[in-house]
Every structure is written in structure tokens, then in C-alpha cells.
């Protein structure tokens, strides 16, 4: 009498498709054939094919059709000597349980057909053992018998987390992003743009894993002072075990901690609507089920377009709860640093309460679209964390291009936000109240131009004016401007300064309020206006000056300066701050111009 084999070996490869298999399907079943070769009284199964069938949450029938074709196709392209082949079958019971009766019989049928035993998989998740072996064989007078086989699996090739260090949790730390690649890196991309235009920095593996071990380095980052997490789940989050055995398990702990938020970006589709989630689809994918892990957390629906401002509407409120105690118990502006040139890096990580970051250009002159797009989406919650934290002040630091802090300013509106201040590379402070120091050395000069276009019944009125805070301005950019234009303006001006050569920090809310109080005079003497802006002066002017544009619809140009002596201003953004989802309601650069 033939003994028989003793343990099926399942490998790597076979034990990620069954495994991943079952967790698409739930709470169905799902099956398919075993291939690989025997060893002495082992059973080595090296692969595992997943076949179409009949499937229910108890029942699976496979399609024999397809079993065989997929059959063929493997088998088609090895080599004569290679002993692998057809040695068995496999599926799933969601309800975690051994082989059925019904499963006993049909391997027993299968093996009354064959000359060497054949093996049974049934992969039970919810149980210590999740996989259960069973051989059955026909024996000499066509006897058939059948056993439980001791069922072996590589073990995982991730070491054991170790425990939590102190410091894991740090409110100014970067938000982590954990997503699969193959087809979560779009979302991942835009939330990594969303989040940095609204103020929270971010990592990102690839712009923020260095050199060295991934998996060294992937802990180190989960590890050192996050603030956030935001999980990207997509249909191929199944395939990874760095997400399923690195990325969540720590991040589950790390939301342990009430100072931490997780938000579930959720992109999968319920069936029969594939524009609402499922939400059971994380903890099934990640293979949590049947425990409610993720399904119990607030999800966002990344099939949605308001999926993405909800993750950080929400995370950026949550930054502002953790911030709001210790503002109003030192009375502190609510701080915002701003930069739109150097590639941003988690390393940037400050004790600022928002750190606006947009994607940079690649030509470094203007700003670029997308970067532009991203902060249209978010300023609107930008002021609304402000004015939710209390400060009474808003302090800006770092460095922009003047179209954007022109935008900044406006989402930061007087009839808003009570006061701004504006600290320069010098770490002097331009403020939007005038101080009793004030030396009114800097008075404004303004100059009326004579433009050709006329007033026109059928085209809204449009008034060019170009600020530029130096003496004698030159104004050939802007009369290229004026030239160039598809469409005439009412009129056009200019706003310089006089008295000074250069602007003292003290009179900057002064200026600031006088120069918009022309901006609005000459729009209103013109019909209400369209007014198109072309600064030229200090980054904290344009911020002062901004907030100031409330009741305006003004085209915000950007200075495009050129190699040749062909330099002029181009179209940026619109401005309206007044309506619904302003302040940014346009942006106007080509992405060939930003060279994105």
C-alpha cells in the first residue's frame, strides 16, 4: 500500500494568491487549481490559479472550461524535464471552516481519475490554522482514500513591530501617505499637492524616502514625529504587504494616540455604484475582516470629487484643535509660512501652525498650473482655519511668487482676519495696522494713462493698473500689457511712490490701505470694473494689499521674465473673494508656460 504524503508545502507565491484572492472576493467564495510537483511524501505546491466559477458565501463550483484553458496556458511554456504540473484544487470558506463533506467527495471523484495523490486546499482566515490539507488517492483495486495533510507556508519575511518610541506622535510632524503604486499614486499625488497647498507637510515615499533599507526606512518615518495619516485604499492595495504588514499596523497605533489622525481615503467601489464606496472594502482588502477596523473609522469617498477636500478640511482642522489651546494661552499670532519655489521635503517640519507649499515650476519663473489649481482648492479652508483658531493675528513668513501672495492676502480678508503681519528675509515686520511710529516719509503717486480701446456697450469695463512701489517705475512691461491685450481696457494706471526710495516696513498698512482705496476708485468711476493688477513691490505689500480686494474681481498678473528683452506680465489667477469658493475662482497660467 502506497503511504501517503505527509504535508503540503504552500509557497510564497501560492499562499499571496490565495490569500489575496479570497480577501477580493468576500464575503464569497473563491477557488481554483493547485500546480506543483510531489517530493518524497510531500506535496510542493508552487502556484496557485484562480478560476472563475460559481460562487457563493458557501458554495464555489469551478468553471472546468476555464480551469482547463489556464491549465494549458501554464503548462505551455515550461520546460519538458520541469516536473511541475496539475496537483490539486483550492478555495475558500469565509465562514471559517474545514473541508465539507461535499469537498471530501469531490477530491475522492478527482482522484479516482488519477495515478498519483491529489491535495485540497481550503483557506479558512478566521481561524489559528488558516489552512487546512487534505490528500486523497486512489489505491490498487481502485480504493480510494483520503487524509489530512499538515499544511506549511513561509513565514513572513517582516520582522515583528517593536513597541511604539516616545515622540511618535508630534503635532507639527509631517502626514504620512501610505498607498499602492500601481494604481494608487494619482490619488496619492493630489492629496500630496491638496495637503501642502493648505498648509500641513507631507511624506511621501518618493520624494521623502532616502537612500538605504526600504523597510529600515519606512520605519524610521513612522516612528520619528508624524502628526497624520491619511491611507489611499485601492483595489490593488491586496498586492501589498508593505501597506498590510508595515504601513497600517502603525498607523493603527499611532491613531491610539489622540493628538494623531488617520483618515481612510476610500476608492473602492460598491457594486452595482461605482460612485459611492464600499466601505467594507479596507478591512476586507487588507485582509482585517471580518473584524470592523477600518470600516468602524470615518471614510472619505475618493469617488467623489469632494473626497479629497474632506480629507483635508478635515486634517487641517484638526491641526488648528491641536493648535488653538496654546494660542489663545499665550496670545500668539497663528503662524504661516509660505514658499513657492524649493521642492518640498518632510524635512520641513516646523513649530509653524501652517507651512503653504505649492509645486514648484519647472522653470522656476512662473508659478505652476497645478500647483496654482491645488491652491485654489484650499485657500477658502486656509481662512477658515485661521478664524477658527482665535489668533487675533496672522503672522506670514518666508517667500512667494506676487500672484500668489496676492491670493494669500485676499483669503485672509480685514473683515475676517483682525490683523496681519508679514515678517521679511530681514525679520522685520510689515503689519496691516498702521503703528504710532509711522514716519510718513512714503507718499503715493499715481498717473493716469491714455489707453486706445473705448468704451464698448457689449464688453464689461476693464481697468489695467500696474503697482509698482519704486520711483520712477519703468512701465515697459506693463504698456506691452496694454498693447498686447485681445481686449481694450476703460482705462489704465499707474500707482507708484514718491518721497522715498524705498518703503519703511512701518508704512506698510498705511500704503497698503491707500493703494487700495485708489484700486477701488478707479474701478468704481469705471462701471464696477474688471480690475487686471500688475504688482511690482515687496512680497509683504502684495499680502497687505490683497486682503483689501473683497469686493473686486481682479486678474492678478505675474511678472514672466525672459532671457531676451521680450520680459512682460502674464495672466495668473482671478480673484473674487467675495464669492462662494474664492478667493482663487480662475487660474489662468498654460502649462506650458509654468513648464509643468
Same mark, same amino acid.
Not at 162 to 183: E, M, N, T
Not at 303 to 323: F, K
Not at 440 to 468: C, H, K, M, Y
Not at 568 to 576: D, G, H, K, Q, V
Given at each position: ?15 499571496? !494568491? ?32 484562480? #478560476? ?7 458554495? %464555489? ?14 503548462? $505551455? ?95 507639527? /510632524? ?23 497647498? $493648505? ?43 508593505? #501597506? ?16 494623531? @489622525? ?64 496654546? *494660542? ?11 514658499? !513657492?519655489?524649493?521642492?518640498?521635503? =518632510? ?9 503653504? &507649499? ?27 482655519? +485661521?478664524? $477658527? ?17 496676492? $491670493? ?42 491714455? +489707453?486706445? /480701446? ?7 469695463? &476693464?481697468?489695467? *493698473? ?23 481696457? !476703460?482705462?489704465?494706471?499707474?500707482? @507708484? ?7 519703511? @516696513? ?16 478707479? =474701478? ?9 493688477? =500688475? ?7 502684495? *499680502? ?24 512682460? %506680465? ?9 464669492? =462662494? ?16
Amino acid at each position: 500500500m502506497t503511504r501517503l504524503p505527509a504535508r503540503i508545502e504552500l509557497s510564497g507565491n501560492a499562499h499571496e !494568491t490565495i490569500a489575496s484572492e479570497n480577501a477580493k472576493q468576500l464575503p464569497l467564495e473563491a477557488g481554483g487549481v493547485l500546480l506543483g510537483y510531489r517530493e518524497g511524501r510531500n506535496i510542493v505546491v508552487t502556484h496557485a490559479l484562480t #478560476v472563475d466559477g460559481q460562487a457563493g458565501t458557501n458554495r %464555489y463550483v469551478r468553471d472546468d472550461v476555464r480551469a482547463n484553458e489556464l491549465l494549458e496556458e501554464f503548462l $505551455a511554456g515550461r520546460a519538458d524535464d520541469d516536473p511541475t504540473g496539475y496537483i490539486g484544487e483550492w478555495h475558500s470558506h469565509p465562514a471559517p471552516s474545514g473541508p465539507s463533506p461535499t469537498d471530501v467527495a469531490a477530491m475522492r471523484a478527482i482522484a479516482k481519475s488519477s495515478d498519483v495523490p491529489v491535495a485540497l486546499l481550503v483557506y479558512a482566515p478566521g481561524r489559528t490554522d488558516p489552512f487546512i490539507g487534505l490528500v486523497a488517492q486512489r489505491h490498487r483495486l481502485g480504493r480510494i482514500t483520503s487524509t489530512k495533510a499538515e499544511v506549511s507556508f513561509p513565514a513572513s519575511r517582516f520582522a515583528p513591530l517593536g513597541p511604539l518610541p516616545d515622540g511618535a506622535v508630534r503635532g507639527d /510632524g509631517p502626514v504620512f501617505i501610505s498607498y499602492r503604486q500601481s494604481d494608487g499614486t494619482p490619488h496619492a499625488e493630489s492629496l500630496e499637492g491638496l495637503l501642502r497647498a $493648505a498648509g500641513l507637510v507631507v511624506w511621501r515615499d518618493n520624494s521623502d524616502l532616502r537612500a538605504g533599507t526600504t523597510i529600515d526606512r519606512l520605519e524610521q518615518a513612522l516612528t520619528k514625529g508624524l502628526s497624520a495619516g491619511v491611507l489611499v485604499v485601492t483595489p490593488e492595495i491586496v498586492y501589498s504587504e508593505i #501597506v498590510r504588514e508595515r504601513e497600517l499596523p502603525r498607523l493603527l497605533e499611532l491613531d491610539n494616540d489622540s493628538a494623531f @489622525s488617520l483618515c481612510i481615503a476610500n476608492a473602492i467601489p460598491r457594486v452595482g455604484n461605482g460612485s459611492k464606496c464600499d466601505y467594507d472594502g479596507p478591512d476586507r482588502l487588507l485582509r482585517l475582516s471580518p473584524a470592523r477596523t477600518l470600516a468602524d473609522k470615518k471614510q472619505s469617498n475618493m469617488l467623489a470629487p469632494t473626497g479629497e477636500v474632506e480629507i483635508v478640511r478635515d486634517l487641517l482642522m484638526h491641526r488648528v484643535e491641536q493648535r488653538r489651546p496654546r *494660542i489663545r494661552e499665550e496670545g500668539r499670532p497663528f503662524s504661516i509660512r509660505v514658499q !513657492t519655489r524649493p521642492t518640498p521635503f =518632510a524635512l520641513e517640519a516646523d513649530e509653524d501652525d501652517l507651512h503653504i &507649499r505649492i509645486k514648484s515650476s519647472d522653470n522656476g519663473r512662473l508659478p505652476s498650473r497645478d500647483g496654482l489649481e491645488h491652491l485654489k482648492t484650499t485657500l477658502p479652508l486656509t481662512g477658515d482655519a +485661521v478664524y $477658527a483658531s482665535g489668533a487675533k493675528t496672522a503672522r506670514i513668513s518666508g517667500g512667494a511668487h506676487l500672484s500668489v501672495a496676492l $491670493a494669500i492676502g485676499a483669503a485672509l480678508p480685514e473683515t475676517k482676519i483682525g490683523n496681519v503681519e508679514v515678517l521679511d528675509a530681514r525679520d522685520q515686520i510689515w503689519t496691516s495696522v498702521t503703528p504710532e511710529d509711522d514716519p510718513i516719509t512714503t507718499q503715493l503717486d499715481s498717473t493716469r494713462l491714455i +489707453v486706445a /480701446g473705448l468704451r464698448q456697450p457689449e464688453v464689461p469695463d &476693464r481697468a489695467a *493698473i500696474f503697482i509698482s512701489l519704486t520711483p520712477a517705475p519703468d512701465e515697459t512691461a506693463f504698456e506691452r500689457l496694454l498693447h498686447d491685450s485681445t481686449q481694450p481696457f !476703460t482705462t489704465a494706471a499707474v500707482i @507708484s511712490i514718491a518721497g522715498s526710495d524705498r518703503i519703511d @516696513s512701518r508704512e506698510a498698512g498705511r500704503l497698503s490701505a491707500a493703494i487700495a482705496r485708489q484700486i477701488k476708485q478707479l =474701478a468704481a468711476t469705471n462701471g464696477r470694473a474688471e480690475v487686471h493688477l =500688475a504688482f511690482h513691490g515687496p512680497y509683504p505689500m502684495a *499680502i497687505l494689499i490683497g486682503r483689501y480686494l473683497n469686493t473686486l474681481r481682479t486678474v492678478v498678473y505675474e511678472w514672466e521674465i525672459s532671457d531676451t528683452s521680450d520680459s512682460r %506680465y502674464s495672466p495668473a489667477l482671478i480673484l473674487e473673494p467675495g464669492i =462662494a469658493g474664492g478667493p482663487i475662482t480662475d487660474v489662468l497660467v498654460l502649462e506650458e508656460q509654468s513648464g509643468c
